[in-house]
Nanobody
Framework: QVQLVESGGGLVQPGGSLRLSCAFS???????MGWFRQPPGKEREFVAT??????YYADSVKGRFTISRDNAKNMLSLQMESLEPEDTAVYYC???????????????????WGQGTQVTVSS
């Protein structure tokens, strides 16, 4: 039984930092685990993912966000620095059990999702 539970969202000022966490269970170390976000009025978009020890980032967050995965603690995290108003969105933790490298950035490649956590960047 796969379960994903996000936490850590909130309101932060531009330039600030926030850390999101996703507690997971029922996953395998070979699964891809990532973060997506859905800004207001827009489609869900890729943020970052971790698979087989490698990490991948969207260009818009590269250098500002860091994804980390601790399989011993069953925890996926997203450390977000230098936040911008454009980062405002609902953030989702996601699990993909049959991903390949070319599909890692596609929401359709992930078959389990958390409930989402709101991140608002505003002064």
């Amino acid at each position: 039984q796969v379960q994903l539970v996000e936490s850590g969202g909130g309101l932060v000022q531009p330039g600030g930092s926030l850390r999101l966490s996703c507690a997971f269970s029922g996953t395998r170390v070979t699964d891809a685990m990532g973060w997506f976000r859905q800004p207001p009025g827009k489609e869900r978009e890729f943020v970052a993912t971790s698979r087989m020890g490698r990490t991948y980032y969207a260009d818009s967050v590269k250098g500002r966000f860091t994804i980390s995965r601790d399989n011993a603690k069953n925890m996926l995290s997203l450390q977000m620095e230098s936040l911008e108003p454009e980062d405002t969105a609902v953030y989702y933790c996601a699990l993909g059990q049959r991903t390949i490298t070319s599909t890692l950035r596609l929401p359709t490649a992930y078959n389990y999702w958390g409930q989402g956590t709101q991140v608002t960047v505003s002064s």
